[in-house]
Structure formats: C-alpha cells, structure tokens
C-alpha cells in the first residue's frame, strides 16, 4: 500500500470516507519499503527481483558535501579514479563511453509562490551550467551534460552529470569536466549569465503556453505541456501526492516570470553550490 495512492472525487463526507478506506486497506501487510527516507534507497535495487550472485544494492549513497562559502578557495578534485577503482577495457572498435556522476536530494514542494522560486531556482542552475558549457567548448563538441528532475516514484530530486569521452583518455576527459564544474561550484556565476538562463527558461515557457494555451503546465514536468484529458489526468496523479504544482500553462508562465525576479545572484549561486555539492569538496561527498 506505501505504493499506492488513492483518489476519490464527489461530494462526499471526509470522515465517514476516511473510516471506509481505512476498513477496506488498514489490514493488508505493508512491504516494508517506506522505512527511512526516499533518497536513502537505491529504488531500482529494491523493486528488482532477487537474483543469485547480484547485490540488492547496486549504488552507493552518500551524504552530500557542504555548501562553499563566497570567496573559498577552487574546490580540489577529489581522489575519484583510485577510490571508485574503475577499470575500463580498451579496443580499437570501441568509439566512446559515458561516465555518470548522480546525486539524490530530497524532493522540495512547490505549491506555493516561495516553493516555486525554489524550483525555478534549480532550473536556472542548469540552465546557466550548460550556457558555461557551450562557452568553455565552443570549438568543438559539448563533452558533458548536467540534467536535474523530479522523480514521483522516488520522491527525490535526481540530478546527473554524464561525461562522453573515448576509452582510451576516459580520466583525462573526465578531469577535465570535473575541474570545469568545481570552479563553477566554487565561484558562481557572473549576473550576465544568470539573466541569460532567466531569458531562456521563460521564453521557452512563454513560447508552450502561447501555443497550446488550453493546456496545462507544472513543475513536475518542467517545460511540457499536457494538452489532451488523458496527458492531464496523468499529470495530476503523479503531482499531487509530491506537493508539485499544475495549473493552466498561461498562470504557470506569469507565476514563473514572477518568482523570477526576487532570485538574486547571492541566493542562485548558493543553490548551485548546494545542487553540485556532491562532486566535492569534502572528504565523504563520493557521490554514486
């Protein structure tokens, strides 16, 4: 039943539905998933089914670094190649790889005007990650990619840095990145670049919400826009029980533009020192 989640709509009394519920589910045995935390559990591991030979636990968590002060020295990379003791083959017909470094946080509600300027706020940092990207690479391909999303089932807010690189210079490429990234963590970014990733995230919202404007447009799904009674109804299942907003696309378009103006360049920088923490500087932030 921790899995499950129950919608009943109709004029209908609370309490007597409560007692109904609780008659109908209290005595069916829970599974003993839900004891702790969300982003504590690996969730692919818990809900595989059990083989001979593979661990239950497939990654490794860990507590995230702290925040960086303004003004700390450039974090250093941390001894990421012998502590993960990761040894890659090499061929000739092996033309690339991919390295991921991930991080779960806990999920924060954005129902109301202040959690969404949290959640605009962690968009923003990977908007403005990648427009560093595009300008540190500018001569050839992007090596690297950062996402961050909400997971409903997981309740937890994943965020990811995937590394392309050939097998034969994998720690190089990945050095390279991850110094690029530590000293974003650690200096910020300039107010240019903060008012470039505000123009991009709300023009692209803008954009879906002029063009579909009987649709609808929410956090959990960011820049999608659910059009048809089915698209909506999906939505509304899986945002409800994480506390994410949905509303019409227009509303979410002027909710966004407002909540962006209160976010400074001090309170942007502080979440993406808190968002890419887990990279370092401390000596447990080993991520997964």
């Known amino acids: 039943p921790e899995n499950a989640t129950l919608f009943i709509v109709g004029d209908i009394d609370e309490e007597e539905t409560i007692q109904q519920v609780n008659q109908a589910f209290a005595n069916i045995p829970q599974a003993g998933l839900s004891v702790g935390e969300p982003w504590q559990y690996d969730a692919t591991s818990l809900l595989r089914p059990k083989v001979d030979g593979r661990p239950e636990i497939l990654h490794r968590f860990v507590q995230p670094a702290d925040a960086l002060a303004p003004g700390e020295e450039v974090l250093s990379l941390k001894e990421w190649q ?41 968009r923003l940092v990977v908007e403005a990650v990648r427009l560093r990207f ?24 994943i965020t990811t840095l ?16 991850l110094e690029e990234v530590l000293t974003i963590t650690c200096h910020g970014v300039a107010e240019e670049e ?6 991009m995230c709300l ?21 999608d826009a659910a059009g048809t009674s089915r698209e909506i109804v ?4 899986a945002s409800t029980p994480t ?13 966004l533009k407002q909540v962006a103006e ?20 401390a000596e447990s932030a080993r991520g997964a």
Request: proline share 5%; hydrophobic share 40%.
């Open 243 to 255: 506390g994410h907003l949905l509303t019409s696309a227009p509303s979410f378009s002027e909710a």
């Open 262 to 281: 209160e976010i400074t360049l001090e309170r942007f920088n502080e979440s993406l020192r808190s968002m890419l923490g887990f990279l370092g500087p």
């Open 82 to 122: 012998s502590d993960l003791q990761v040894s890659v083959a090499t061929n000739e017909l092996m033309q690339g790889m991919q390295v991921t470094w991930a991080a779960k946080t806990p999920l924060s509600p954005a129902r109301n005007l202040e959690g969404l300027s949290e959640w605009l706020c962690q």
């Open 203 to 223: 023009d692209r919202v803008a954009e879906a919400a002029a063009s579909q404007p009987w649709s609808f447009m929410g956090t959990l799904y960011g820049y």
């Open 234 to 237: 999906e939505a509304l299942i």
């Open 134 to 157: 595009s300008s540190r690479w500018r001569s050839g391909v992007i090596p690297c990619s950062l996402h961050s999303y909400d997971s409903a089932r997981e309740a937890v807010t």
């Open 162 to 177: 995937t590394i392309m690189a050939e097998p034969s210079r994998w720690q190089d490429r990945c050095e390279e990145v």
């Open 194 to 199: 903060l008012d470039l990733a505000k123009r």
